[in-house]
């Protein structure tokens, strides 16, 4: 007896995402390239370059350098003050 292939009431056809570009890859051998890119893709990623800003100067360059090194201190700096307080609580609690 052959199956009759089962019919969804709310399968409608339509495509949600494109999966014929998803390749499998080969944990045991990997490989650099293992598929070359559809010309469709190639194109994108050139018209995506093509859409970038422009360089940036030594001055821009500097302020979001210095920027995200002083967010990252400020995050840090609030750790360690955290980590102080909860220290501090901590040895007067059990120096009681």
Same mark, same amino acid.
């Given at each position: 007896?052959?199956?009759?292939?089962?019919?969804?009431?709310?399968?409608?056809?339509?495509?949600?995402?494109?999966?014929?570009?998803?390749?499998?890859?080969?944990?045991?051998?990997?490989?650099?390239?293992?598929?070359?890119?559809?010309?469709?893709?190639?194109?994108?990623?050139?018209?995506?370059?093509?859409?970038?800003?422009?360089?940036?100067?030594?001055?821009?360059?500097?302020?979001?350098?210095?920027?995200?090194?002083?967010? !990252? +201190?400020? /995050? #840090?700096?609030?750790?360690? @003050?955290?980590? !102080? +307080?909860? /220290? #501090?609580?901590?040895?007067? @609690?059990?120096?009681?």
């Amino acid at each position: 007896m052959k199956r009759k292939p089962r019919e969804y009431e709310d399968d409608d056809g339509r495509t949600v995402a494109d999966m014929s570009e998803v390749h499998h890859r080969n944990l045991f051998i990997p490989r650099s390239n293992p598929h070359q890119e559809s010309p469709k893709r190639e194109n994108e990623k050139n018209e995506s370059a093509s859409n970038q800003s422009p360089p940036l100067n030594r001055r821009e360059t500097r302020s979001f350098i210095l920027g995200a090194l002083s967010a !990252g +201190l400020l /995050i #840090a700096l609030v750790f360690i @003050i955290g980590l !102080g +307080l909860a /220290i #501090a609580i901590m040895l007067f @609690i059990w120096n009681r």
